[in-house]
């Protein structure tokens, strides 16, 4: 690696948000906000286009309705100790259908209408 790019690593600032495509945009918007308790923080089209944003504590999700992408994808979100104590409650609360997993590590896996694979550490490493 070159000084150059290590610099341009410092001084530049890359945002990214992953792209969910689903089947009905409507659909998905009502699992994350109802199910997950996201907040829905743009919608094309005044509420009526196919592509919309939802955010919940920093994480933000673009939600696409494309119907010739049928792609699933995994989302590994990290979460705090209170994040994860805040998730526990609300899969309960909301009969969200979640299951344990491996993905390196033991992982909470909840899969949305569409088939996209949210992986949520199963435990809060102890310090």
């Known amino acids: ?70 792609d699933k994808a995994r989302l590994y979100v990290e979460l705090t100790a209170d994040g994860l104590a805040a998730l526990r409650r609300e899969v309960v609360e909301h009969s969200v259908p979640s299951e344990k997993s491996w993905w390196g590590s033991d992982v909470i896996k909840i899969v949305d209408p569409d088939g996209n694979e949210l992986l949520f550490p199963a435990e809060f490493p102890q310090l």
């Open 1 to 70: 690696m070159t000084k150059t790019a290590v610099t341009e690593q410092v001084t530049h600032r890359w945002y990214a948000r992953p792209v969910l495509f689903v089947a009905d945009v409507n659909r998905a918007l009502r699992f994350y906000v109802d199910m997950l308790g996201f907040e829905k923080s743009w919608h094309e089209g005044d509420g009526a286009g196919g592509v919309c944003q939802v955010n919940r504590a920093g994480c933000e999700i673009i939600l696409c309705e494309d119907a010739t992408r049928r």
